[in-house]
T-cell receptor, first 116, second 113 residues
Framework: SQTIHQWPATLVQPVGSPLSLECTVE??????LYWYRQAAGRGLQLLFY??????ISSEVPQNLSASRPQDRQFILSSKKLLLSDSGFYLC???????????????FGPGTRLTVL | QKEVEQDPGPLSVPEGAIVSLNCTYS??????FMWYRQYSRKGPELLMY????GNKEDGRFTAQVDKSSKYISLFIRDSQPSDSATYLC?????????????FGKGTRLSVIA
């Protein structure tokens, strides 16, 4: 069965510090991968998605970047955190079949980031 | 008009009640519909998935889709305190390549024992 891991679970960082959040998926190959941010009252905001190694699409211009160095690894980074980067960060994956991306996404446990 | 509208609640019901959660959408190209349940401080988990108009049942949960009205619902029968969570609707159109989901903002449900 497939599992998705995220770490760390919680993180408190000062403004201006760098960030690296990691997501890995097990039990599947060539998944689509997604990074979301969830803030109170604002729902899920799609930040980045990737259809393959080295292929990153950005949905929202921001202080963050993403990379996919391996098939089942997705990393969210920042060089200098802002207060507004605080939130709950979720990684998700979906299966690709026959050139179509299936619609169902499966989420990881999330990372709660607080920037002080 | 937002693509997906969902009443944020909170919705508070007594144990055993029937709960109705709803979303409306504006894009008639949406073909796939999902409901996710999210417990506090956890990632969303998929509850129901459907791509046809009508009803789909899974235990105490029923997903209903009315494409003509652009309206979807999730019904929970015999609600339990363990159903207390935020429920997110999600939908997407059929397309080649990657098709990100569009989510509602979620409805917070509390089931009181």
């Amino acid at each position: 069965s497939q599992t998705i891991h995220q770490w760390p679970a919680t993180l408190v960082q000062p403004v201006g510090s760098p960030l690296s959040l990691e997501c890995t998926v097990e039990g599947t190959s060539n998944p689509n991968l997604y990074w979301y941010r969830q803030a109170a009252g604002r729902g899920l905001q799609l930040l980045f998605y990737s259809v393959g190694i080295g292929q990153i699409s950005s949905e929202v211009p921001q202080n963050l970047s993403a990379s996919r160095p391996q098939d089942r690894q997705f990393i969210l980074s920042s060089k200098k955190l802002l207060l507004s980067d605080s939130g709950f960060y979720l990684c998700a994956w979906s299966v690709k079949r026959g050139g179509y991306s299936t619609d169902t996404q499966y989420f990881g446990p999330g990372t709660r980031l607080t920037v002080l | 008009q937002k693509e997906v509208e969902q009443d944020p609640g909170p919705l508070s019901v007594p144990e055993g009640a029937i709960v109705s959660l709803n979303c409306t959408y504006s894009n008639s190209a949406f073909q796939y519909f999902m409901w996710y349940r999210q417990y506090s401080r956890k990632g969303p988990e998929l509850l129901m998935y459907t791509y046809s108009s009508g009803n789909k049942e899974d235990g105490r949960f029923t997903a209903q889709v009315d494409k003509s009205s652009k309206y979807i619902s999730l019904f929970i029968r015999d609600s339990q305190p363990s159903d207390s969570a935020t429920y997110l609707c999600a939908m997407t159109r059929m397309n080649s390549g990657n098709t990100p989901l569009v989510f509602g903002k979620g409805t917070r449900l509390s089931v009181i024992a």
